[in-house]
């Protein structure tokens, strides 16, 4: 299955839906990266280690979205933060529904990935996890598929060769820029990371030489 399919869903009316995430009976990202069910029995799937990020009030990303050729406009704004509970909500310039969510710092950006609007912030915050598991100061590195946890159980690929692609900006942001070749599909990833970005601030997706996914930072507020 290509990331597309794993990460695009349909699109809904144009109504907003809130949620709380539930505590019981789920599985949550633990701090260390594991991923361990709500009794506190670890899953057997294994999530790469992303380091600790805390969204702050007021914070926001606004980005341009293309699926398939069609572009929208999305933005992931932080509206409170309780404790270690996070209020989110991301409205689109689009048909998709608008969504709040509420979770831990740790599991915000995987359940708000759980609702058709937000689904694509989590292919933003994939890589991230690819850079994490090698040496991104020049040279070229393998990664598997199966080391990116849940995510990559459901990719075709098997293994891919990620490239750094030095310095570039984006939306007036520094970020280093990376390119990912599949090894065994004809899959292709390039993307640019920020210093203690949540997101990705560029990212897009490449199925046999056709951009299925894009996605860039327009805006953002950090208070």
Do not use: H
């Not at 839906?17 to 990266?33: H, N, R």
């Not at 608008?98 to 609007?117: G, H, K, L, P, W």
């Amino acid at each position: 299955m290509s990331l597309l399919l794993v990460l695009a869903g349909c699109n809904g009316g144009g109504q907003t839906t809130e949620t709380t995430a539930e505590t019981t009976g789920t599985a949550a990202e633990t701090t260390d990266g594991e991923m361990e069910t709500a009794d506190g029995d670890e899953g057997d799937v294994q999530e790469p280690e992303l380091g600790s990020y805390e969204f702050t009030e007021g914070e926001s990303y606004t980005y341009t979205e293309t699926l398939l050729g069609t572009p929208v406009q999305k933005t992931w704004s932080v509206v409170s933060v309780d404790g270690d509970n996070v209020t989110v909500t991301v409205t689109s310039s689009g048909p998709t529904e608008n969504a709040t969510v509420t979770a831990s710092q740790d599991s915000i950006v995987d359940r708000m990935s759980q609702e058709s609007i937000g689904e694509n912030f989590g292919a933003a915050r994939l890589p991230l996890a690819i850079v994490s598991m090698g040496d991104t100061s020049s040279e070229d590195f393998t990664i598997e598929s199966d080391a990116l946890g849940a995510s990559g159980s459901q990719l075709e690929w098997e293994t891919a060769t990620v490239s750094p692609q030095g310095g570039d900006s984006v939306a007036g942001v520094e970020c280093s820029a990376f390119e990912v070749d599949a090894d065994d599909t004809d899959e292709r990833y390039d993307f640019c990371i920020a210093e203690d970005y949540p997101f990705a601030v560029s990212f897009s997706y490449e199925q046999g030489g056709q951009t299925a996914l894009a996605m860039e930072l327009t805006n953002a507020t950090r208070p």
